[in-house]
């Protein structure tokens, strides 16, 4: 696993914690915790799926550009980049959910 994960992994459980907390102590009813609510899942949401993604993409179609004889050389150079990408879709996705929750609650 590349080392510049681990502070992607520390931002996902601390933003899920946020919004399990936020979920279940906070009321509903308040202007604050709805903000709250909508900041924590997008955040949990966004690292969440871009790790997911990054995986999926790692795993099924990622193709390392250098060999050596032993085989394939994966560099930390294109892993973050695989990541970009991962982390671009991640934020789409999250966007669109969180504006749906939005438009849900305006309406």
Not at 58 to 78: H, I, Q, Y
């Amino acid at each position: 696993m590349p080392r510049f994960l681990l502070p992607i992994f520390i931002l996902t459980l601390v933003s899920l914690v946020g919004f399990v907390f936020v979920v279940l102590w906070m009321s509903p009813d308040e202007t604050l915790s709805v903000i709250l609510f909508l900041a924590t899942l997008f955040l949990g949401l966004t690292s969440l799926l871009s790790l997911i993604f990054f995986f999926v993409y790692k795993k099924f179609f990622f193709k390392p550009k250098t060999f050596t004889a032993l085989g394939s050389l994966v560099t930390d150079d294109e892993l973050r980049s695989l990541f970009r990408t991962s982390f671009r879709r991640a934020v789409l996705v999250a966007i669109l959910a969180t504006g749906l929750l939005v438009l849900q609650r305006l309406r």
